[in-house]
């Protein structure tokens, strides 16, 4: 008896180390905690992003090197996991996207080293992304998405969820790339060539452009005006889909992409089959 009351006072003195979990039973309604993909630039380079990513208050998930030889041992770019996927990162910040906010918590973030930008006498001058460094991070954004069934409107940019705070990863990022692979929906070129030559004509007022831009996942004022909101949203908008030009003005070509966009003219090619499939909305 004495050694029974023993045994049962160690039990209780080492708390839940006995705790006994059933698992054969598993709820079908269920998916991933992630639910989007936000894909950065840092603005830094590698010794410096690493730095900032792994010792400050900001985190993400993933970090993706340049072909720079300034880290110990790096020769070409290289992908380091800083946080495990199960556990949220802090990479998005006041955020939000179709009506969902605060995207820390349900996001994977990976951070791209990549300059971003310098302003020199002829101006604002952008870097590209090396094929290289881009290879890597198409193929961790096909994992990830795989992993997670993350759906093609939620892989997205710092500057579509923070267009009033970011415009990383850029109008150098190639999201035609990501398309191309079958990650992303990209809008149908005839059609937008089609609906160019009407708004050529007549060209939508802000309102429209302000309602397009929530059907397509920003959260813009509904005031007919054009203020510093909308234009960042369209300017957003316009780093992604048209990055020629992305200076937020409501032009006639970017309503012809956003109007192909959210009325069910983007398309999404089928990886391993030929021809696209066009979206409904």
């Not at 309602?211 to 369209?234: V, W, Y």
Request: charged share 25%; with cysteine; proline share 5%.
């Amino acid at each position: 008896m004495r050694r029974v009351l023993l045994c049962g006072l160690l039990i209780m003195l080492s708390g839940c180390s006995s705790l006994y979990i059933d698992r054969t039973y598993t709820a079908k309604s269920q998916d991933s905690r992630a639910q989007f993909l936000i894909l950065h630039y840092t603005a830094i380079d590698n010794p410096k992003s690493l730095r900032v990513l792994t010792e400050d208050a900001v985190s993400s998930h993933y970090l993706v090197t340049d072909h720079t030889n300034d880290l110990p041992g790096q020769k070409n770019p290289k992908i380091f996991q800083l946080v495990d996927e199960t556990r949220r990162a802090y990479h998005a910040g006041l955020s939000s996207w179709k009506g969902h906010t605060q995207l820390n918590a349900a996001s994977i973030g990976i951070e791209i080293v990549n300059i971003g930008f310098r302003d020199g006498p002829n101006g604002r001058e952008y870097f590209d992304y090396p094929k290289a460094q881009m290879d890597l991070v198409v193929a961790l954004v096909k994992k990830i998405v795989k992993e997670h069934n993350i759906q093609p409107d939620r892989i997205l940019g710092h500057s579509d969820i923070a267009p009033l705070r970011k415009t990383d990863p850029g109008p150098r990022f190639p999201w035609k790339r990501l398309a191309d692979e079958g990650l992303i929906t990209w809008p149908d070129e005839r059609l937008v060539a089609e609906k160019k030559a009407y708004y050529d004509t007549v060209l939508p007022n802000v309102l429209w452009f302000q309602q397009k831009l929530e059907a397509h996942g920003f959260s813009p004022p509904q005031n007919s005006e054009l203020d510093k909101a909308t234009r960042a949203m369209i300017s957003a908008f316009q780093l992604k889909y048209r990055q020629s030009q992305f200076d937020g003005t409501p032009d006639a070509e970017t309503a012809a992409i956003l109007d192909v966009m959210t009325s069910g003219g983007s398309v999404l090619k089928r990886a391993n089959e030929l021809g696209t499939i066009h979206l409904a909305k």
